[in-house]
């Protein structure tokens, strides 16, 4: 009898259900202006959403982490924009590209002056090489590089502005140790410890990939060109996981802000082993080793 009852019930509220579906579409069929609100709504809605979420950010996004000052002087003769004829556009690139140049030069006179190991990367030579005193006492041999695209995409004098002074290390994640550490079995007196063979350190087999942070949102991600061994596979999955700990961005940051300001700009290196080592053992701690950059021609 309950489960009779119940079923009855059940049915009832089901029906009130459907009749109330069906008043709110007879309701709604019968009042034009509310056909048209709906209709508004809907198509404007989309748009509000895409215009804020995609359009003004798009707009108001500046390829580069730092903007040059803009020159709000009244004086007609510096706000005056010239552009280029056709027949001066190689001119006016070779001048952009020797401004640039000048800088590069002036940051690695400023670093030779001091007395400290640093980075020059050269991208238009593929090399990065590891200088004291204005002298590279390695020249390691780029494979292939991945450089932002932003790098391209940003304004001359933005691009001017990030490159004008060196970069500063911040922070650093590898797969390997900063230095290298043997474990021997300590001998119990002096003349145990002078039976031991004087052999050298076994050259290290541990995959060498890392990720240098600097300064001005600069990323600079380093891997060697060997194929990883089976047996470091758990190493990299913990080396990808760190990464993904800092840059990775959940779907609602994705949404809310699509193109942040202080999105990194990432150059990824690959070199061979040996260099790769090379370059993240010789490098001081974080704020200590500075990086300049001598970029890619513009008319490139």
Same mark, same amino acid.
């Given at each position: 009898m309950n489960s009779f009852s119940q079923k009855d019930s059940n049915g009832q509220h089901t029906d009130k259900q459907q009749n109330a579906i069906l008043w709110f579409f007879s309701w709604f069929i019968r009042r034009p202006g509310m056909q048209l609100l709906f209709l508004i709504i809907a198509i404007t809605l989309p748009a509000i959403i895409i215009a804020l979420t995609v359009l003004i950010p798009a707009a108001a996004f500046s390829p580069m982490p730092v903007k040059a000052e803009s020159n709000d002087k009244?004086?007609?003769?510096?706000?005056?924009k010239v552009e280029a004829t056709?027949?001066?556009h190689p001119l006016y690139l070779n001048i952009l590209n020797k401004e640039q140049k000048l800088s590069f030069f002036q940051n690695r006179?400023?670093?030779? %002056?001091? #007395?400290s190991i640093y980075l020059v990367l050269?991208?238009?030579?593929?090399?990065?090489d590891i200088e004291i005193k204005g002298l590279p006492v390695q020249r390691c041999k780029i494979q292939s590089y991945n450089a932002s695209s932003r790098l391209k995409a940003a304004q001359h004098?933005?691009?001017?502005?990030?490159?004008?002074?060196?970069?500063?290390?911040q922070g650093e994640i590898s797969t390997i140790p900063k230095v290298p550490v043997l474990l021997v079995d300590a001998p119990k007196d002096t003349t145990e410890a002078a039976k031991l063979p004087k052999k050298p350190m076994e050259p290290e087999k541990t995959a060498v990939f890392f990720t240098l942070l600097f300064d001005k949102n600069l990323v600079i991600e380093i891997e060697q060109t060997e194929t990883i061994l089976p047996e470091e596979e758990g190493l990299m999955l913990n080396y990808q996981h %760190?990464? #993904?700990?800092?840059?990775?961005?959940?779907l609602m940051q994705k949404i809310t802000q699509p193109m942040p300001q202080q999105l990194p700009i990432h150059i990824k290196?690959?070199?061979?082993?040996?260099?790769?080592?090379?370059i993240y053992r010789s490098i001081p701690h974080s704020k200590y080793a500075k990086l300049i950059i001598n970029p890619l021609d513009e008319s490139m």
């Amino acid at each position: 009898m309950n489960s009779f009852s119940q079923k009855d019930s059940n049915g009832q509220h089901t029906d009130k259900q459907q009749n109330a579906i069906l008043w709110f579409f007879s309701w709604f069929i019968r009042r034009p202006g509310m056909q048209l609100l709906f209709l508004i709504i809907a198509i404007t809605l989309p748009a509000i959403i895409i215009a804020l979420t995609v359009l003004i950010p798009a707009a108001a996004f500046s390829p580069m982490p730092v903007k040059a000052e803009s020159n709000d002087k009244a004086d007609s003769t510096l706000t005056k924009k010239v552009e280029a004829t056709a027949d001066q556009h190689p001119l006016y690139l070779n001048i952009l590209n020797k401004e640039q140049k000048l800088s590069f030069f002036q940051n690695r006179l400023e670093l030779a %002056r001091q #007395d400290s190991i640093y980075l020059v990367l050269n991208l238009q030579d593929s090399v990065l090489d590891i200088e004291i005193k204005g002298l590279p006492v390695q020249r390691c041999k780029i494979q292939s590089y991945n450089a932002s695209s932003r790098l391209k995409a940003a304004q001359h004098e933005d691009l001017q502005k990030w490159l004008e002074t060196p970069f500063t290390l911040q922070g650093e994640i590898s797969t390997i140790p900063k230095v290298p550490v043997l474990l021997v079995d300590a001998p119990k007196d002096t003349t145990e410890a002078a039976k031991l063979p004087k052999k050298p350190m076994e050259p290290e087999k541990t995959a060498v990939f890392f990720t240098l942070l600097f300064d001005k949102n600069l990323v600079i991600e380093i891997e060697q060109t060997e194929t990883i061994l089976p047996e470091e596979e758990g190493l990299m999955l913990n080396y990808q996981h %760190r990464f #993904d700990s800092i840059f990775s961005r959940t779907l609602m940051q994705k949404i809310t802000q699509p193109m942040p300001q202080q999105l990194p700009i990432h150059i990824k290196l690959r070199m061979n082993e040996g260099d790769a080592r090379a370059i993240y053992r010789s490098i001081p701690h974080s704020k200590y080793a500075k990086l300049i950059i001598n970029p890619l021609d513009e008319s490139m």
